[in-house]
């Protein structure tokens, strides 16, 4: 009986370890500053994490909210930095600073195994945070790579889900082309290889107000089952 009982929690500790070793590390990324009540997009988010964290609450997880984190813009100072530091060229303090930003937060992309990203469409495309957030991803040699034959994607490996709310119905054949934050999105992450994210949408809320409640309740049915299983 003592030689069962110390097999079998050899074992259960064996189970342990390997589950420690595959345990998924997850990044939830978060573009909009209004509360979720009165953002959808910041309820859809919410709702996300709370479902996935209670399926899994043993995941690593990371959660960046792009408003609070009053990111630099990614321009001149952080371009020429990366380009000197691939010639060996010595940089400038504030292009050494540029550059351990974007290497901060592109790091800690690539080692994600599971990335979620929540937004709203503003004015037809993302809020400005997670254009900058996407720029600082956008690197040659570590999302993507140039050949011959055009830019191949370096990140496809990765399980991506986009969360996208707007007000207004894009839907239609007239309103499709004007959406320009979803199809941003996915668009960045198909050139950097990651062609099967799974896309949950709430959208007419705001056009149609007398079936806003039952548009947003029944989103965010979906959005627990994608989390459920994600």
Same mark, same amino acid.
């Given at each position: 009986?003592?030689?069962?009982?110390?097999?079998?929690?050899?074992?259960?500790?064996?189970?342990?370890?390997?589950?420690?070793?595959?345990?998924?590390?997850?990044?939830?990324?978060?573009?909009?500053?209004?509360?979720?009540?009165?953002?959808?997009?910041?309820?859809?988010?919410?709702?996300?994490?709370?479902?996935?964290?209670?399926? +899994?609450?043993?995941?690593?997880?990371?959660?960046?909210?792009?408003?609070?984190?009053?990111?630099?813009?990614?321009?001149?100072?952080?371009?020429?930095?990366?380009?000197?530091?691939?010639?060996?060229?010595?940089?400038?303090?504030?292009?050494?600073?540029? !550059?351990?930003?974007?290497?901060?937060?592109?790091?800690?992309?690539?080692?994600?195994?599971?990335?979620?990203?929540?937004?709203?469409?503003?004015?037809?495309?993302?809020?400005?945070?997670?254009?900058?957030?996407?720029?600082?991803?956008?690197?040659?040699?570590?999302?993507?790579?140039?050949?011959? +034959?055009?830019?191949?994607?370096?990140?496809?490996?990765?399980?991506?889900?986009?969360?996208?709310?707007?007000?207004?119905?894009?839907?239609?054949?007239?309103?499709?082309?004007?959406?320009?934050?979803? +199809?941003? !999105?996915?668009?960045?992450?198909?050139?950097?290889?990651?062609?099967?994210?799974?896309?949950? !949408?709430?959208?007419?809320?705001?056009?149609?107000?007398?079936?806003?409640?039952?548009?947003?309740?029944?989103?965010?049915? +979906?959005?627990?089952?994608?989390?459920?299983?994600?």
């Amino acid at each position: 009986m003592g030689l069962f009982s110390s097999l079998f929690g050899k074992k259960e500790e064996n189970t342990k370890v390997e589950e420690n070793k595959t345990m998924s590390k997850v990044l939830f990324v978060k573009a909009n500053d209004r509360p979720a009540e009165q953002a959808v997009s910041s309820k859809m988010y919410e709702t996300f994490v709370s479902t996935y964290k209670e399926a +899994n609450p043993n995941t690593e997880i990371t959660e960046l909210d792009l408003f609070a984190l009053d990111l630099p813009y990614y321009g001149n100072i952080a371009i020429s930095g990366g380009y000197k530091r691939s010639q060996g060229m010595e940089l400038t303090a504030e292009e050494e600073k540029a !550059v351990a930003t974007v290497d901060q937060y592109l790091n800690q992309f690539l080692e994600a195994d599971k990335v979620v990203f929540a937004f709203p469409l503003w004015n037809f495309t993302v809020p400005a945070p997670l254009i900058t957030y996407i720029s600082y991803l956008s690197q040659a040699g570590k999302t993507f790579k140039y050949t011959a +034959n055009g830019p191949e994607g370096l990140a496809g490996g990765k399980k991506v889900v986009v969360l996208g709310a707007r007000g207004s119905d894009y839907s239609s054949e007239q309103m499709a082309p004007m959406e320009m934050a979803v +199809n941003y !999105v996915t668009t960045v992450l198909g050139f950097w290889g990651i062609t099967n994210p799974e896309t949950v !949408v709430i959208e007419g809320h705001n056009q149609y107000p007398d079936r806003s409640q039952q548009i947003v309740e029944e989103g965010l049915e +979906n959005v627990k089952k994608v989390a459920a299983k994600f």
